[in-house]
């Protein structure tokens, strides 16, 4: 810096600053010379102007400017800053800190930490020195950057912890409301528990009645499989045997046809013209008491021409004889009856030859000759339709026996 020792630079201008204080020269009584201007320029510049030069002793920089420009020691004032004294200090740091949110019970302390660090900054770095002959410069622009960063750390943290409380207030809040949930759920479990005891006891009780029921099933469906075996056996036979009954069926109804046109021609005067007779010839008498060995009447009667005589006075015998439950007639009967039918006369021919009342008496004889017919076709045809009837009501039975069984199966299942 030359100019300020020499004011070399200035001289380059003189005469445009020289002019600019000519009034004010005039004005002071100064004759307006060039030199007297000049100087008068001069030395209210000495007396208005004043420069600062602020720079840190640390480092090389101060020494090596010295070096460079010796007017910065021999034209300036030199003003050595000293260490503040720790009322300073105070005074500063409750300065700065006069806005900040503190605590007014903790202001105070804050502040005397603050002295005492940096102080303590201050005499470590001179023992710092004096020991390892090294230089660690605590100036005041130290103690302002300590404050301000002290700030910025107070707002951050702040500010990270108001998040903090907030985050954790909200997680606690959320504890709370889990805690109350909890709570109602662990009613609402104990409820449930209940009735998922009493849904359990219901569950195992409904299993063991499955179980039951399945194994009777399995045990109805292993005999509705024999069952359906009898059946289909049986479907045969039933078939052979219908085979059979409808055989001697078509055999028997010519013998059926016939008696029916016997009873058809037999007439209410036919027989009170028999029942007339004194002494009846013997093959209408023998016909009269076959008639009586099969007790059209309902009553039993002895085989005698008196008992024949009492048969034929029921004036219903021949509506009897047309509703005679032929099916009916028993061994013991057809036996009685046979041992007239020995007799090589006894034909429809020869009766007819007797008299008007022997031909009646043939067509009565023929009425029963029939029914001893229809014995013969119920011994032959009765026993295997009434088989083949059994057999399909068993057929029946057994196939509802196993539809239901199936039935029970899938209901079980």
């Not at 002019?19 to 020269?25: A, L």
């Not at 028999?274 to 010839?281: G, Q």
């Not at 009565?364 to 057999?391: A, E, L």
Request: positive net charge.
């Amino acid at each position: 810096m030359p100019w300020v020792v020499s004011f070399s630079i200035l001289r380059l201008f003189r005469a445009g600053l020289a002019n600019s204080v000519r009034k004010q020269c005039k004005a002071a009584g100064i004759v307006d010379t060039s030199a007297n201007l000049w100087k008068f320029y001069v030395n209210k510049c000495r007396n208005n102007l004043h420069l600062v030069l602020a720079m840190s002793p640390s480092g090389d920089k101060l020494r090596l400017r010295c070096r460079s420009f010796p007017g910065l020691i021999s034209n300036c004032v030199i003003d050595w800053f000293f260490p503040w004294p720790e009322d300073a200090l105070s005074k500063v740091a409750e300065f700065f800190l006069a806005e900040v949110d503190l605590p007014d019970e903790h202001r105070a302390n804050i502040v005397q930490h603050l002295v005492f660090s940096h102080t303590h900054v201050v005499a470590e770095a001179a023992r710092f020195a004096e020991t390892l002959r090294r230089y660690y410069y605590v100036t005041p622009k130290n103690y302002l950057d300590y404050i301000q960063n002290y700030h910025t750390q107070l707002s951050y943290n702040e500010k990270k912890v108001g998040n903090s409380v907030k985050r954790l207030a909200g997680g606690l809040s959320k504890l709370v409301d889990a805690a109350r949930d909890v709570d109602r759920m662990s009613i609402e479990l104990k409820d449930a528990q209940v009735i998922v005891s009493a849904k359990t006891v219901e569950v195992e009780a409904l299993i063991e009645q499955i179980t039951e029921k399945t194994t009777i099933a399995n045990k109805q469906k292993d005999e509705a499989e024999v069952m359906q075996v009898t059946a289909s056996e049986q479907s045969v036979v039933i078939a052979r045997e219908k085979g059979k009954a409808d055989a001697a069926l078509e055999e028997a109804i010519p013998a059926l046809e016939m008696a029916e046109s016997a009873l058809a021609n037999l007439h209410k005067e036919d027989i009170t013209e028999v029942k007339n007779f004194a002494k009846p010839p013997a093959l209408v008498q023998d016909a009269c008491l076959m008639v009586v060995c099969l007790r059209p009447t309902g009553v039993k009667l002895d085989e005698t021409w008196g008992d024949a005589k009492k048969m034929l006075a029921d004036t219903s015998l021949l509506d009897k004889l047309k509703r005679y439950p032929k099916d009916s007639i028993t061994e013991k009967m057809m036996k009685a009856v046979r041992k007239y039918f020995k007799n090589p006369k006894m034909t429809v021919e020869n009766m007819k030859n007797v008299s008007k009342a022997g031909a009646d008496s043939a067509s009565v004889s023929d009425v029963f000759r029939t029914s001893s017919s229809r014995r013969w076709r119920r011994r032959d045809v009765t026993p295997p339709r009434r088989r083949r009837r059994g057999r399909q009501r068993v057929d029946v039975a057994s196939r509802d026996g196993i539809h239901q069984t199936q039935v029970r199966v899938c209901s079980s299942g």
